[in-house]
Nanobody, 124 residues
Framework: VQLQASGGGLVQPGGSLRLSCAAS????????MGWFRQAPGKEREFVAA??????FYADSVKGRFTISRDNAKNTMYLQMNSLKPEDAAVYYC????????????????????WSQGTQVTVSS
């Protein structure tokens, strides 16, 4: 399984970015998929996840970020709007074949497959 994250870049506060995560050897049409991020000097943290048609978000991004998928392209996305400086981090996509229970999908240890990171910088 390979996950390839892309779409990071430099954006001004209030701006938008869409991250993509393309998969090979794994289908996003089943299981659990997620996005995590790691800012300098901080631990990697949960951002968003999707299991079947249900989505879950960290409180810090709720209402601003949207996780979605395109089964035909076997790609998942993270649409990030109203970006803030505190959203700056390296973002990782993750996927696992199992349908995680709600209490576990925020745990990075539950995900078997990870992408390389893509850098998001929010600065004026």
């Amino acid at each position: 399984v390979q996950l390839q994250a892309s779409g990071g870049g430099l954006v001004q506060p209030g701006g938008s970015l869409r991250l993509s995560c393309a998969a090979s050897g794994h289908s996003f049409s089943s299981g659990t998929m997620g996005w995590f991020r790691q800012a300098p000097g901080k631990e990697r943290e949960f951002v968003a996840a999707r299991r079947a048609h249900m989505t879950f978000y960290a409180d810090s991004v709720k209402g601003r970020f949207t996780i979605s998928r395109d089964n035909a392209k076997n790609t998942m996305y993270l649409q990030m709007n109203s970006l803030k400086p505190e959203d700056a981090a390296v973002y990782y996509c993750a996927a696992d074949a199992k349908n995680m229970i709600t209490g576990r999908l925020r745990w990075e240890s539950e995900y078997e497959n990870w992408s390389q990171g893509t850098q998001v910088t929010v600065s004026s």
